[in-house]
């Protein structure tokens, strides 16, 4: 075994080498999510403009059926006559937040 001012320099060389690699490691993955992160941004807004179009062509030719994805509680959210339209804009946005939640689980 070496000197204790070897030893010391060897545990900060092997310290710097981990921890220079975990960072390169960091900095890699990193770099491949913001390189695929705009793809799957335009492919989001892509699906989020066709359900916006299909629910307007929806509402123009006045169907009573809702164009939701989900369950009947999709169907209870419709937004009452008499509400604030703030209010129905922070519950459209809770929802599409869900959605994000619930897509970003599935992939």
Do not use: Y
Request: hydrophobic share 40%.
């Amino acid at each position: 075994m070496g000197s204790p001012e070897a030893m010391i320099r060897a545990t900060v060389n092997r310290l710097g080498a981990r921890l220079g690699h975990g960072l390169a490691d960091a900095f890699a993955e990193l770099a491949v999510f913001a390189q695929d992160a705009p793809e799957r941004i335009r492919q989001e807004w892509d699906l989020f403009q066709e359900e916006v179009m299909a629910e307007a062509d929806r509402l123009e030719r006045g169907d009573s059926d809702s164009f939701t994805v989900g369950t009947q509680e999709d169907q209870s959210s419709a937004p009452a006559t008499d509400e604030n339209p703030q209010e129905v804009i922070d519950r459209l946005r809770a929802k599409v937040a869900e959605l994000s939640r619930e897509l970003e689980g599935r992939s």
